[in-house]
């Protein structure tokens, strides 16, 4: 459900812990009628939240493996879970990996009382 702008409620901030991360599905973004939804992902990098669409610029496909996690074992990058590119939590810039120098989908990203919410960028 997203409101007149676009922007839906994903979750509430103290929802991500370090390390996790939350999905959710883009209301009403898929790639045609018959396609799955796409999916996104919030998670926390130096105490800031960043929001981006779950698939792989690689082959399109989602980054994670296991529900939440996105992160290399040290927690530095994103990681892509079927060839291992590394994207900077920052940015999405891909720096290592078959993608190298493409770049995960950023969405919009609003803290409000209420929660955080994403869509996006128009
Ligand atoms: S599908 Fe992500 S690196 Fe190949």
Known sequence: MTD???WQRVCRLEDLTPGGA???TLAGK???PDALALRGFVLLHNGRP???VNQCPHLGIELNWMP???LDA???FIQCSTHGAL???DSGECIAGPCQGDALTPLDLAERPDGLFVRFPE
Do not use: K, M
């Open 87 to 89: 994207f900077l939590p």
């Open 4 to 6: 007149n702008h676009g």
């Open 22 to 24: 939350v999905e959710f």
């Open 30 to 32: 898929a790639a045609h």
């Open 74 to 76: 040290d927690h530095c």
């Open 68 to 70: 939440g996690r996105f």
């Open 50 to 52: 960043r929001a981006y």
